[in-house]
């Protein structure tokens, strides 16, 4: 350990920098990614007004646009899920995958990421992740979801 009190200016501020030289080395030697350093075009935000500087404008017009467009998927998701279970189990039948895909799939998704950015030191690695998944989304709903256009959803019911 050290001793502050015998510890001189120059030594103390030479003790942080080796410090952090000695677990930079430990880092690189055990295969961490070296830190990235922020690109040019970041922009750091001091004061909520920021978002309407001319640099930032059009980022917060783009962000707009793709929450419409998860609204307009979240819309028809009810009707869908609805459709596809008879009415004594309808509650359960929709609320199960909906939360199972917005929770477990969703609510993980940065976490996976994450760690897929982490393990492989690509920091464009962890977009793969929701690709996947919404790949696999398209594929199982295009092949298993039935049409419903013509049916009757309360032709199960045995209470009507």
Known sequence: GYEVSKLTG????ATPAAFTKAVNEA???????????????????????DVFTAQT????????????????VYGPIAA??????PTRIRYTGMSLP???????????????AFAMIAQTGDPY???????????MTIVIGALFVPENKDKDIFAEDSRR
């Open 10 to 13: 120059d030594a103390v501020k």
């Open 27 to 49: 880092l690189a030697g055990a295969g961490y990614p070296a830190p990235g350093k922020p690109a040019a075009g970041i922009v750091k935000l001091n004061n909520v007004f």
């Open 57 to 72: 404008f059009p980022l917060v017009l783009i962000l707009t646009y793709l929450v419409l467009l998860v609204t307009m």
């Open 80 to 85: 869908a899920l609805v459709e596809l279970f």
């Open 98 to 112: 909906y939360h199972i895909g917005n929770g477990w799939f969703g609510g993980l998704m940065p976490a996976t």
């Open 125 to 135: 690695y962890g977009l793969w992740y929701p690709i996947v998944i919404a790949t």
